[in-house]
């Protein structure tokens, strides 16, 4: 695909030629995934809810290890949440493990382990926005919805809004569906996701110039870095001393007690006494 290529959302022409690059680039360039090579709604779930804010290599390695681990939601849904935890380490942002928890136990509980295809449903489940219900319904069903997420919206911030700045995904998303090939939806998006990918590496972030871009805070030394070190001790060591844990940590001690406080509250960990533990 040529990146220095302009479109006009009102030209069906342009649309249509689009649509064309995007199609050559897929078929010289596609990415072999495991959640795209054995597709099936339990993959595609635990994938995207993997790839939320992390990288596709990080989560190439551990898919395979986390499927291996609870096969299907089934079993994911009967897991432990120091199990879902363990099988998660090394992805960051911990809560999506506990989350990914709690949506198996849903749809076991509520549709018998069937991944629904409503985006408008799957929102109503932890840890589910708008992009990641879109992305489920469309990888996992191949329906034509409409959504953006990170890649989608530098493409076609660059190819159809080269020339403007503070752009909002409502602008972005009617030139979504114009573009959106409704006869393979699945395929569209993947070539949307693989191209996103190569341009960010090709021109400088087309995102800068969206209007919901913010630049993530270093992970050495954040909170982040911290609740990470928390979890890790208690995998490792199991239930602990609160004195002892903080301490494990090696941070500053306040900092430290009140982000456990805040796990605490988010149910990521207990404290019975002084004994911090899985719930």
């Known amino acids: 695909m040529h990146a220095d290529e302009f479109f006009c959302p009102d030209d069906p022409d342009g649309i249509v030629r689009f649509n064309l690059l995007l199609t050559e680039f897929y078929q010289k360039n596609r990415r072999p995934m495991p959640w795209r090579d054995e597709i099936t709604p339990y993959q595609v779930l635990v994938s995207e809810i993997m790839l939320q804010q ?25 897991a432990t949440l120091e199990d879902v935890l363990r099988a998660w380490q090394g992805l960051g942002y911990n809560r999506r493990a506990k989350y990914l928890l709690l949506i198996a136990q849903e749809v076991v509980d509520r549709w018998d382990g ?13 840890g589910i926005g708008p992009a990641t219900a879109g992305s489920i319904v469309a990888f996992a069903y191949n329906l034509p919805v409409v959504f953006i997420e990170t890649n989608i919206r530098r493409v076609f911030i660059h190819h159809f809004f080269h020339d403007a700045s503070g752009i909002s995904d409502k602008e972005i998303l009617p030139v979504v569906s114009l573009a959106l090939n409704g006869e393979s939806p699945r395929e569209w998006y993947y070539s949307l996701m693989d191209y996103g990918t190569y341009l960010a590496g090709k021109i400088e972030n087309p995102n800068r110039r969206s209007k919901h871009y913010a630049v993530q805070s270093p992970f050495e030394g954040s909170d982040r870095e911290i609740r990470g070190k928390i979890l890790r001790l208690l995998l490792e060591r199991g239930p602990m001393d609160s004195d002892l844990l903080i301490r494990g940590i090696e941070s500053d001690k306040s900092r430290t007690e009140g982000i456990a406080f805040q796990m605490i509250r988010e149910g990521l960990i207990v404290q019975e006494g002084a004994t911090i533990r899985f719930p």
């Open 54 to 78: 992390t990288q596709v290599p990080r989560v190439m390695q551990k898919f395979p290890v986390f499927i291996e681990t609870f096969p299907d939601i089934c079993a994911l849904s009967r």
């Open 114 to 126: 069937i991944v629904p295809d409503d985006p408008v449903v799957l929102t109503t489940l932890p």
